[in-house]
């Protein structure tokens, strides 16, 4: 299938996962706006790395609703927030504190079934960060 500049298919993939340096997942300055992005690791596969209140995070690239690469979502509130149908996650825990959202998704039984479903089993894994020398790193 035909996509990009001259497509009127928006682009799948943007392409843009980062590569971790053994445990130096991405220098602090080099994080976009969103405040979230894809590392891929040697060991954990792709993670999304950021920060979240001042705080680093990296944790499972997954969205627990309907696979959405997290790292491709933003910080908000002090969450991150699914690119798709924006459930949003404490990066700490790894639970999702809001089920996804919009005409269809957002339907108050269905958002809080997806959430209740999420926390119950399948919570975002989460690694150990730290800030060190301008970078976020594993510390585990
Ligand atoms: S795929 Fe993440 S909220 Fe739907």
Same mark, same amino acid.
């Given at each position: 299938? *035909?996509t /990009?500049?001259?497509?009127?298919?928006?682009?799948?993939?943007? $392409?843009?996962?980062r590569?971790?340096d053994?445990? @130096?997942?991405i220098?602090?300055?080099? +994080?976009?706006?969103?405040?979230? #992005?894809?590392? @891929? #690791?040697a060991? +954990? $596969?792709?993670?999304?790395? /950021?920060?979240?209140?001042? @705080?680093? !995070?990296?944790?499972?690239n997954?969205?627990?609703?309907?696979? =959405?690469?997290? $790292?491709? /979502?933003?910080?908000?509130?002090?969450? %991150?927030?699914?690119?798709?149908?924006?459930?949003?996650?404490d990066? &700490?825990?790894g =639970?999702?504190?809001? $089920?996804?959202? /919009?005409?269809? !998704?957002? !339907?108050?039984?269905?958002?809080k079934t997806? &959430?209740?479903? =999420?926390? *119950?089993? !399948? @919570? %975002?894994?989460t690694?150990?960060? *730290?800030?060190?020398?301008? *970078?976020?790193? %594993?510390?585990?």
């Amino acid at each position: 299938m *035909a996509t /990009g500049k001259h497509s009127p298919v928006p682009e799948l993939t943007h $392409g843009d996962v980062r590569e971790a340096d053994g445990d @130096r997942l991405i220098a602090v300055a080099d +994080l976009p706006p969103s405040g979230v #992005t894809e590392v @891929r #690791t040697a060991q +954990l $596969g792709v993670l999304a790395v /950021g920060l979240a209140d001042g @705080r680093p !995070f990296a944790v499972s690239n997954v969205c627990r609703h309907q696979f =959405a690469k997290l $790292g491709r /979502g933003q910080v908000r509130d002090g969450c %991150l927030e699914c690119p798709w149908h924006r459930a949003r996650y404490d990066v &700490q825990s790894g =639970a999702m504190v809001r $089920g996804p959202q /919009g005409r269809i !998704f957002g !339907f108050g039984p269905y958002s809080k079934t997806v &959430q209740t479903a =999420a926390n *119950a089993a !399948f @919570r %975002l894994k989460t690694h150990p960060v *730290a800030v060190r020398d301008g *970078a976020i790193v %594993l510390t585990s």
